[in-house]
């Protein structure tokens, strides 16, 4: 018999439901965006987003269930995004979960983002362990190894800003709209990466990332260029950017590819969506003895369908969570 769950995705800025077959395939991925509210601040506001959150959640939830063709009877428990996000907008998320497996009498899997981020990848194609993911979004930056489902080892992770962010960060300083990463990545495809820019290596053993110091590079030769009133190209501003991320996140990934001789290699996070970064990855690793796992964009960026896959890990393993439930803004990847 299969096994259906009830994803629920409310982290940040898209209310997301979906119900998840055997951990594997895709019943429903509803996905209501709210980026063109947070358009106009640049950026997300945590209390826009919550309130939005409040008004699509039960929407949503009846669009996912109509789209999957199944009643709440059919299912096999309740999962929503526990942390890590903004609290007030894991909130939502978590009521919402908690009232209807308790209305329906069904059990309750709290999943950290990040991990729903990694097991997108399970519905692409079997996960194959060991296994290390690269995670790159708007909140995170983490090379994670897995030598089983649900075990997590953070081997590598940003001091600083996330590669969305910085991302997110430069686009506003050229003037783009919000979320920049989209656009750099235009951008680059039309620019030549002539801008001397930093690459921050770190200590040579650590896979550790930063990229504050690039950030503030790119701001400083805006800064420079404006004062002795030249102009340089976008184009070219986002091209050396997006190499210089690109050079390091790959370089880095590669090097922890042959140091833990995993199996397989996922991409996960918004990030990558980023056309320079797969394709960087692809040419990278075709002399490595590596499965390469890129996610469709739909599955990249937030959505409820791999907080489903990741949930399923969970329902075979028995791990439920209580009515005690939390947002937990700030969980830890092998804290659930
Ligand atoms: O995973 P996600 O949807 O949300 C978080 O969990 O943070 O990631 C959103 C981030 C944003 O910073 C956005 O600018 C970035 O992913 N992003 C991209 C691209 N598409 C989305 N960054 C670079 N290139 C892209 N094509
Ligand atoms: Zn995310």
Redesign the pocket.
Same mark, same amino acid.
């Given at each position: 018999m299969s096994e259906y769950i009830l994803a629920i995705e409310t $982290? =940040?800025d898209e209310t997301a439901v979906a119900v998840i077959e055997n951990g594997t395939k895709i019943k429903s991925n509803v996905v209501a965006s709210q980026i063109e509210s947070h358009k106009r601040f640049g950026g997300v506001v945590p209390e826009i987003a919550s309130r939005h959150h409040v008004e699509q959640i039960t929407y949503i939830i009846e669009a996912s269930m109509k789209e999957a063709g199944l009643s709440f009877s059919d299912l096999s428990a309740v999962a929503v995004t526990a942390g890590p996000g903004l609290v007030g907008a894991l909130l939502i998320g978590v009521n919402a979960a908690k009232a209807v497996a308790f209305a329906h009498d069904l059990p309750l899997i709290g999943v950290h983002?990040i991990a729903g981020?990694i097991y997108a990848n399970r519905l692409v194609t079997e996960m194959k362990f060991p296994l290390l993911t690269l995670v790159v $979004? @708007? @909140?995170?930056t983490e090379l994670v190894f897995m030598k089983e489902h649900g075990t997590y080892e953070v081997i590598g992770e940003t001091r600083d800003d996330?590669v969305?962010?910085a991302?997110?960060k430069v686009a506003r300083m050229l003037g783009l709209p919000y979320? @920049?990463?989209?656009h750099?990545?235009r951008l680059a495809q039309e620019g030549n990466p002539t801008i001397p820019l930093p690459r921050a290596w770190l200590e040579a053993d650590s896979f550790d990332f930063s990229f504050s110091g690039l950030k503030s590079a790119v701001i400083n030769t805006m800064h420079n260029a404006k004062q002795r009133e030249e102009t340089i190209s976008q184009a070219d501003i986002a091209a050396s950017f997006q190499e210089s991320v690109i050079e390091v996140l790959v370089t880095k990934s590669k090097k922890a590819i042959e140091q833990y001789n995993v199996k397989q290699f996922l991409l996960a @996070?918004?990030?990558a969506?980023?056309?320079g970064l797969r394709q960087k990855l692809e040419q990278e690793l075709s002399d490595v003895d590596v499965e390469l796992i890129i996610p469709p964009l739909s599955l =990249?960026?937030?959505n409820a369908a791999m907080i489903g896959a990741a949930a399923s890990i969970y329902l075979q393993k028995g791990q439920f969570a209580d009515y005690e439930l939390n947002g937990q803004p700030g969980l830890e990847l092998n804290h659930i």
């Open positions: $982290s =940040c983002h981020h $979004s @708007g @909140g995170h996330a969305g962010e991302y997110d979320p @920049g990463g989209p750099i990545d @996070g918004g990030v969506a980023n056309r =990249c960026t937030d």
